[in-house]
């Protein structure tokens, strides 16, 4: 199925017969784009008119002309001309008054099965404090039948659809081999931010500040630094701890947590995250901006919690996380 239309220009629409819809617009600059899949409009033999001409003839006071020809096709002519034709519903539709209604004019052509073949409008008015003109033809081929042949601007339209739109949002996997335990950060953002970015991913944190005796008590798993984008430009960053579990002080593993260090406060700062002991895995998602602005860059690790309070209560110290190191 194919249609074809003009605004300032010109679009066609072929549906494949897999029902892959393909679009091509020509602007009145002389610019051509193409569209494919869901970002191409569905040739819906109904939808394609909206609203240009099957909702704007539902609002119009329309008189039938006989079978005529207009704009090339043959066909059930009704005819509107004037601004006295234009229901009220057209006028609130136009977010405009009857005064403001300069010019109107509407075609529509039908086949004997009742089909839009093909549709003229012209309109003119004023809407805050603006002329808007609008002036279009509207004319569809083969609608319901499947034997048109693909014209040759889709395989355009195809090779344009199997290369990602630099805009989507894409989740790219960054993954670091810690000797106590892989860690892997999940980065969903634009495309083009992840392309163009070369710092993402953790990093081994090697400062010996967190790699103290005390903490080795309750620490399970990798102790990173963690990197992405700006805030502005991700969505959700999720990263993934490994554990093993003969490493979890007691054997309790609903106990861990991923804590990072927050640097104003005198103990590792516990993050809303998830135990997944069926694959050995605890995971911290971050959404929010702001906090995706605050840990950037930050030291994270996971802490059998429970574990690392208890004995800092029993002990009746503060943890010296301020020592000589590099960060």
């Given at each position: 199925?194919?249609?074809?239309?003009?605004?300032?220009?010109?679009?066609?629409?072929?549906?494949?017969?897999?029902?892959?819809?393909?679009?091509?617009?020509?602007?009145?600059?002389g610019k051509t784009t193409?569209?494919?899949?869901?970002?191409?409009?569905?040739?819906?033999?109904?939808d394609l008119v909206r609203p240009s001409v099957v909702e704007f003839a539902n609002l119009t006071d329309l008189t039938y002309e006989g079978r005529a020809t207009r704009g090339g096709v043959e066909g059930y002519v009704y005819e509107a001309e004037g601004v006295e034709t234009a229901r009220p519903g057209l006028v609130e539709a136009l977010n405009t008054t009857r005064e403001n209604l300069h010019a109107y004019r509407l075609v529509v052509v039908l086949s004997?099965?009742?089909?839009?073949?093909?549709?003229?409008?012209?309109?003119?008015?004023t809407t805050d404090g603006q002329t808007v003109a609008v002036d279009q033809r509207v004319?569809?081929?083969?609608?319901?039948?499947t034997s048109v042949e693909e014209p040759e601007w889709v395989a355009q339209a195809r090779q344009k659809a199997a290369r990602p739109d630099p805009n989507d949002l894409a989740t790219e996997r960054f993954t670091v081999e810690a000797p106590d335990g892989r860690v892997d950060q999940y980065v969903t953002a634009r495309r083009h931010s992840l392309d163009e970015s070369r710092a993402l991913g953790p990093q081994i944190n090697e400062n010996p500040v967190y790699r103290n005796d005390f903490l080795n008590q309750s620490r399970v798993g990798g102790l990173v630094r963690v990197y992405w984008l700006a805030a502005e430009d991700v969505q959700r960053v999720r990263v993934v701890f490994h554990y093993s579990e003969d490493e979890v002080p007691g054997g309790n593993e609903s106990a861990l947590t991923v804590v990072w260090d927050d640097r104003d406060r005198p103990l590792?700062?516990?993050?809303?995250?998830?135990?997944?002991?069926?694959?050995g895995t605890v995971v911290v998602t971050i959404t929010d901006p702001g906090r995706l602005e605050?840990?950037?860059?930050?030291?994270?690790?996971?802490?059998?919690?429970?574990?690392?309070?208890?004995?800092?209560?029993?002990r009746r110290i503060r943890p010296a996380l301020r020592g000589p190191g590099i960060r």
């Open positions: 199925m194919r249609r074809n239309g003009t605004v300032g220009g010109s679009a066609t629409t072929y549906l494949a017969p897999n029902g892959t819809a393909y679009a091509r617009q020509v602007l009145s600059t193409y569209l494919a899949g869901d970002r191409a409009p569905a040739p819906n033999v109904t004997a099965e009742g089909r839009v073949k093909y549709g003229e409008l012209s309109v003119n008015f004319r569809y081929e083969a609608a319901g039948e590792l700062n516990p993050l809303d995250s998830t135990v997944h002991p069926e694959n605050r840990l950037q860059g930050e030291t994270m690790t996971v802490l059998q919690y429970e574990h690392y309070v208890e004995t800092i209560e029993d």
